[in-house]
């Protein structure tokens, strides 16, 4: 198949990427771009370890597909860390710990601290 390029700014770095038609955002961001804290779980976009927010809406990078995010802002969880750290707080703590305590224990942290994000 042949690559397409596609435009994003991910984590506010913009980059130009050769995608296959096939591949996941989530796919494009650990392979491409070497960002691997979004990972995948379940593949069918229930778990949300894949996590991203994608032009200001949460979404599973597992089930969109990279040439859908052509030009689009995309933050993961490394940059709403950096977000975090950069501003020397973490206004999401008190509500990610409300979340947890309400969350079975076999869901992971991560998803809630990228829903957290969005809000």
Known sequence: ?????????????????????????????????????????????????????????LITSCLMLAVEADGSEVLTIEGLARNWKACGRDPGRDRRKRLLEQRPPEYQERPVVIEVGSL
């Not at 913009?14 to 771009?33: N, Q």
């Not at 960002?35 to 200001?56: F, H, N, P, W, Y």
């Open 1 to 57: 198949m042949t690559k397409r390029i596609i435009k994003l700014t991910v984590n506010g770095e913009p980059y130009e990427v050769a995608v296959e038609p096939h591949w996941t955002l989530l796919d494009t961001v650990r392979e491409e771009l070497r960002l691997t804290g979004s990972k995948e779980g379940c593949g069918t976009g229930d778990c949300g370890a894949c996590s991203m927010i994608v032009d200001g809406r």
